[in-house]
Structures are given as C-alpha cells and as structure tokens.
C-alpha cells in the first residue's frame, strides 16, 4: 500500500545545529508540503513543492529550507536550530487541490 | 489570501448528544473546504471536504457539514457523538487554483460518559 512516512519520530537536539527531518511518500503526488503544529496555532505551513526542483516558502519559512530532487522526497532542514523551532512537524502530500491531504505521522522535534 | 477561524478553541459534550463545530473563512476567490481529525499522537485524517455543487457534504464516521457562502461558514455536525470521536478537529481552506491549506486553529472535542 502506499505511504507517507516520516523520520525520526522524536529528536532531540541541540541549539545551533543542523538538523534535517525525512518525508518520503510512494503515492506518486507531486505536491508535497511541511507543517508544525504548535498548542494555539493550529498548523501553520513551512514550505511547500509542486514538482521536482520546485519550492516554496509558507508563513514560517525563516530558518528551514527544503529542495526536491525527486517525487518521492522532501527533507526539511533546520539550518541552525533554535528552542523556538521546538515543535511539531507534519508532512503531507496530495494529488491535486481538490483531493486533500494525506499526513505522515509526524516528528516531535525538541531544541535545547 | 485566505484565512480560517475557529470559533471555539474547546467543545465538552456528552456521549450520544449532538455536536457542532463552527468554521468560518475569509476568501475572495471560490474556495475548497475541508475538514481533518486527529486523534492523540497521529497525524491527521480527513473527514470531508466541500468542493462544489451540494451544500450538505456527508463524510466518515457519521459527520457532516454544510457549506453556507453567504455566512462564509462551513459546520461540522454530528448527531449523536460517541466517546471515540475525543479529537482535534481542524478546518482548512484552499483556493481552486490549488494554493496550500491553511488551517484553522483546532477544535478540542472531549466526549465524556
């Protein structure tokens, strides 16, 4: 069956490192996105991609990157990790607008 | 750019009483409507969505919600709810040219006995 998969599930790290979260989807969506979900916020959008080498930044963009090089991925890098990018994090991936999302699980990542 | 609210960041209920969870957007263009549940620890799920056509839009787990374009509102309703249904409920909102969802805040459903 297909799948969108996330990795690791938990991470802890340190403040000032680099850090990069894996999203790996086999249902063949072109669109893949990156959420983090925070108490009172709701999920608010990190990046987002239509296609291969295509991305684009969402509301919290400053301080992650992401790049795709192929269909089935796309990493999110935390360039230099702060205790405010404590968080939550979602990817999702999608056929089309109108089909919805499908979500990975999710990684609680923890700054300290 | 589109926006959503909603309006009651907790709902406690009883088993087997009726729910609703209000929605409203902001959009100046036509939009597509959506409804996800998360249950504790897991990613989200998709309960319906609004796309065109009918307002009343039926989806999994007994749940429903009406589109209402004059309101710019979008209900979640279910009749009698069952003590499974405890849950983050989240509204999103997407134009038709297919831009990102934006969500709303969440929705604490807590269904007691």
């Known amino acids: 069956d297909a799948e969108i998969t996330q990795s690791p599930r938990h991470k802890i790290t340190e403040t000032g490192r680099q850090v990069t979260l894996a999203c790996h989807q086999t249902w063949n969506h072109n669109n893949m996105f990156w959420y983090r979900q925070d108490l009172g916020h709701g999920l608010r959008l990190i990046h987002y991609s239509y296609g291969v080498q295509d991305t684009n930044k969402g509301e919290v963009s400053d301080g992650y990157s992401v790049s795709r090089s192929n269909t089935e991925d796309l990493p999110l890098t935390l360039e230099s990790a702060a205790s405010s990018q404590t968080s939550v994090y979602f990817c999702?991936?999608?056929?089309?607008?109108?089909?919805?999302?499908?979500f990975g699980s999710g990684t609680r990542l923890t700054v300290v | 750019a589109q926006s959503v609210t909603q309006l009651d960041s907790q709902v406690p209920v009883f088993e087997e009483a009726p729910v609703e969870l209000r929605c409203n957007y902001s959009s100046s263009v036509s939009v597509y409507l959506f409804w996800y549940v998360q249950y504790p620890n897991q990613g989200l799920q998709l309960l319906l969505k609004y796309l065109s056509g009918s307002t009343l839009v039926k989806g999994i787990n007994g749940f429903e919600a009406e589109f209402n374009k004059s309101q710019t509102s979008f209900h979640l309703r279910k009749p009698s709810v069952h003590i499974s249904d405890t849950a983050e409920y989240f509204c999103?909102?997407?134009?038709?040219?297919?831009?990102?969802?934006?969500f709303g805040k969440g929705t604490t459903l807590s269904v007691s006995s």
């Open positions: 999103a909102v997407s134009n038709q040219a297919g831009t990102a969802l934006i």
């Open positions: 999702a991936s999608s056929a089309a607008a109108n089909y919805g999302y499908t």
